[in-house]
């Protein structure tokens, strides 16, 4: 069950870096598609606030899955996360209609941060409750 589980993480973590670059560097139409579906759900934020808590949450997101993909190589972890988010917005910069810049990457480089210390810490609880001796088991 524990592999099934760490397959299926692997899987979604991948998935989500090329879901993450499509949309970080297609076209900008796209991206405003996206804002404009789901802005009426969201109390209608404004465009800057909502690409804020976009790289935040999306990066979260990332660390999460990354960080329960591979439980016990932080460094690696570390690096794909945060190396996507530098790479992204430099790629950024390549493209015609979009422009990366630094703030952008520290709000990615914030959230999969936290996204990689939430799934450390879901871990660590888990196994700990794992290990934990039951105190009324039967002798």
């Known amino acids: ?37 789901l802005a009426p759900f969201l109390m209608r934020p404004a465009m800057q606030t909502y690409a804020h808590f976009e790289h935040v949450i999306a990066f979260a997101l990332l660390g999460i899955l990354f960080g329960f993909a591979y ?5 690696l972890v570390c690096g794909i996360v945060f190396g996507a988010a530098a790479l992204l917005e430099i ?18 480089m914030a959230g999969g941060a936290a996204g990689i ?11 700990a409750k794992d290990r934990s001796p039951e105190i009324n088991r039967p002798s």
């Open 71 to 75: 439980p016990r190589r932080l460094i």
């Open 1 to 37: 069950m524990k592999r099934r589980i760490t397959r299926l993480a692997i899987a979604g973590a991948w998935i989500a870096v090329i879901a993450i670059a499509y949309a970080t560097l297609t076209h900008v139409g796209f991206v405003y598609a996206i804002y404009f579906k």
């Open 117 to 127: 210390l939430l799934a450390r810490t879901a871990q660590r609880l888990w196994f």
């Open 91 to 108: 790629l950024q910069t390549l493209t015609p209609d979009r422009h990366g810049t630094l703030i952008d990457a520290l709000e990615k």
